[in-house]
C-alpha cells in the first residue's frame, strides 16, 4: 500500500510522541510507527522528573491536564553524605521547580490525545519490519508491516528518527556522516517500583562507601528507589528482602528509617553517555534517545527528548514551508543543550557513585565535591540551575 504523508515518524516514545502532537497543532500532518503495543508502551518504567521547562511546554501544549492535578512539585533534593542528609533548595537559589511525573504517565497522556485528535490510526502499534530510505532526497520513504499484515510504504517530506537507543534510524545513516562519542560506567541502576509510601518528602541522592542509592517517588503511595550495582549483575541473587535491606544501610541516618513495602517491578538500566552528531542527516532528523544517551543520575534524558522536539516542530515547519534556516540549525542548536546536560549528568554520577577498584583519592575529592556544593551558594546554584533545566531555545515551541 503506497501512501503519502508531510513527516515520517519512527518511535511512539516521549519525542515521537510530543512530535506528532506539535506538527498536528501547526496543521502537518505525520505517520507514526511505533514496534510494541500501546500497553507496553504506557507500562515502560522509565523517568520520573520533569524540568520546569518541560512542564511548560506540555502546558502550552495542552498537554498537562493530569500532570498539573498529579504531578508533585518539589522545591530541591537532598544530597547524603558522610552521615549528613543537606539540601538543596531550587526555589531559593534559581525560584524554579521540578515536577515529580512518571515518564509512564506523559506517554500515556500523549497517547491519549493524538488518539482523540487524530482517530486510531494516529498511531500505528505494534509495527513489524519498519525501514527508512531515501534519507538524502528530498522524498524520504518509511516502510513498515501494519498490525493487520499490510505492507507500507510511505512518501514522506521529511522523517523523524525517534526510535530511542536501539532504533534503526541512527543506524540508517552511512557511519561517515556520524561522529559518535561514548563512555561507558562500570556500574548500573537496579530500580525498584514499590507500593509503599514515600519515607521521604523529596529525593534524596545518596553517596555511600557501598555505593550509590537514589530514593524517588511516583505518588503519595507509591515509591521508586535505585541503587547501583554491577552491570552484569543478575536480578535474580535480588530478592525484595536484600534490596530493601540495601537500601536501609546507604540510606542510614540517626532518627530516620526506610520504610519497606511490596515490591511492584524491578529491573536493572546499564549507565553510559552518549552522543551521535550531526542529528540531521538530509530528510531524517534524530530526537532523543536515538541521538543522545546520559546517566539517569541527573534526570536528563525525558527533558532533552522533549527539548529537541520542542525545536524540531517548528524547524520541520519551516522545511516543509521554504523557510530551511532552523532545519539547518536544528543539529546544533539541540547538541548545545545536550552536551551542557551530558556534562551535568556525568558530573552529578561521578560525584555520587563509588568506582569498582577506585583508588584511595576518588572517596574523599568526591566527599569534598559533595562538602562544596552543599554549603557554597555558588555551588550549590549551579547544581540547581542544571536540574531545574536550562531555558528552552526562543525558537521553541514552549
Ligand atoms: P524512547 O526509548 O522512550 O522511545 C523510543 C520508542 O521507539 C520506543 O517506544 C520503542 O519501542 C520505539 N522503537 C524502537 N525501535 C523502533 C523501530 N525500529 N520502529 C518503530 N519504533 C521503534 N531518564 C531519566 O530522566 N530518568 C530515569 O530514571 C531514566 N530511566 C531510564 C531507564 C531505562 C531502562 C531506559 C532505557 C531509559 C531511562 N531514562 C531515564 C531515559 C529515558 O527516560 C529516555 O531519555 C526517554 O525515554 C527518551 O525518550 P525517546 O527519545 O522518546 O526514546
Ligand atoms: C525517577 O524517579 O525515576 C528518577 C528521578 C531522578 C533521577 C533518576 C530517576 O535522577
Not at 501544549?61 to 543537606?86: K, M, P, V
Not at 510504504?153 to 523523524?160: F, K, L
Not at 517548528?314 to 543543550?337: F, I, M, N, V, W
Amino acid at each position: 500500500m503506497r501512501t503519502r504523508t508531510q513527516v515520517g515518524i519512527v518511535g511512539a516514545g516521549p519525542a515521537g510522541l510530543l512530535l506528532s502532537h506539535l506538527l498536528a497543532q501547526r496543521g502537518i500532518d505525520s505517520v507514526l510507527i511505533e514496534i510494541r503495543s500501546r500497553e507496553y508502551c504506557e507500562a515502560r518504567q522509565r523517568a520520573g522528573v520533569l524540568e520546569a521547562g518541560s512542564v511548560a511546554l506540555l502546558r502550552a501544549a495542552g498537554l498537562a491536564g493530569r500532570l498539573d492535578r498529579h504531578g508533585i512539585e518539589h522545591g530541591g533534593i537532598y544530597l547524603q553524605f558522610g552521615g549528613e542528609r543537606r539540601h538543596i533548595d531550587f526555589r531559593d537559589l534559581t525560584g524554579k521547580t521540578v515536577t515529580v511525573y512518571a515518564q509512564t504517565e506523559v506517554v500515556r497522556d500523549l497517547i491519549a490525545r493524538r488518539i482523540t485528535d487524530g482517530g486510531a490510526g494516529a498511531i500505528q502499534f505494534s509495527v513489524t519490519s519498519p525501514q527508512v530510505a531515501d534519507l538524502d532526497t528530498d522524498r524520504p520513504v518509511l516502510r513498515y508491516t501494519s498490525q493487520d499484515g499490510v505492507r507500507y510504504e510511505v512518501s514522506c517530506d521529511a522523517i523523524a528518527g525517534c526510535d530511542g537507543f536501539h532504533g534503526i534510524c541512527r543506524t540508517a545513516v552511512p557511519a561517515d556522516a556520524l561522529t559518535i562519542v561514548e563512555r561507558g560506567y562500570p556500574y548500573a541502576w537496579l530500580g525498584i517500583l514499590a507500593d509503599v509510601p514515600p519515607s521521604t518528602d523529596e529525593l534524596i541522592y545518596a553517596h555511600h562507601a557501598r555505593g550509590f542509592a537514589l530514593h524517588s517517588l511516583r505518588t503519595p503511595a507509591v515509591s521508586r528507589l535505585y541503587l547501583q550495582v554491577s552491570p552484569d549483575e543478575d536480578i535474580a541473587s535480588w530478592p525484595d528482602e536484600r534490596i530493601w535491606a540495601e537500601l536501609s544501610e546507604r540510606f542510614a541516618l540517626p532518627g530516620w528509617t526506610l520504610r519497606p513495602g511490596p515490591v511492584l517491578d524491578k529491573s536493572i538500566t546499564p549507565m553510559r553517555s552518549f552522543v551521535s552528531a550531526p542529528m540531521r542527516y538530509g530528510r531524517l532528523f534524530l530526537a532523543g534517545d536515538a541521538a543522545h544517551i546520559v546517566p539517569p543520575t541527573g534526570a536528563k534524558g525525558l527533558n532533552l527528548a522533549l527539548a529537541d522536539v520542542a525545536y524540531l516542530a517548528p524547524a520541520l515547519d519551516g522545511l516543509l514551508h521554504g523557510r530551511p534556516d532552523k532545519a539547518e540549525a536544528y543539529s546544533e542548536t539541540c547538541l548545545q543543550r545536550v552536551w551542557r546536560a551530558t556534562h551535568f549528568s556525568w558530573w552529578m554520577t561521578t560525584m555520587l557513585h563509588r568506582t569498582p577498584g577506585a583508588d584511595d583519592l576518588e572517596a574523599p575529592l568526591q566527599l569534598a565535591q559533595l562538602r562544596y556544593t552543599t554549603t557554597s551558594r555558588a555551588a550549590a546554584t549551579s547544581l540547581a540551575e542544571n536540574y531545574t533545566g536550562l531555558p528552552l531555545n526562543a525558537d521553541s515551541a514552549a
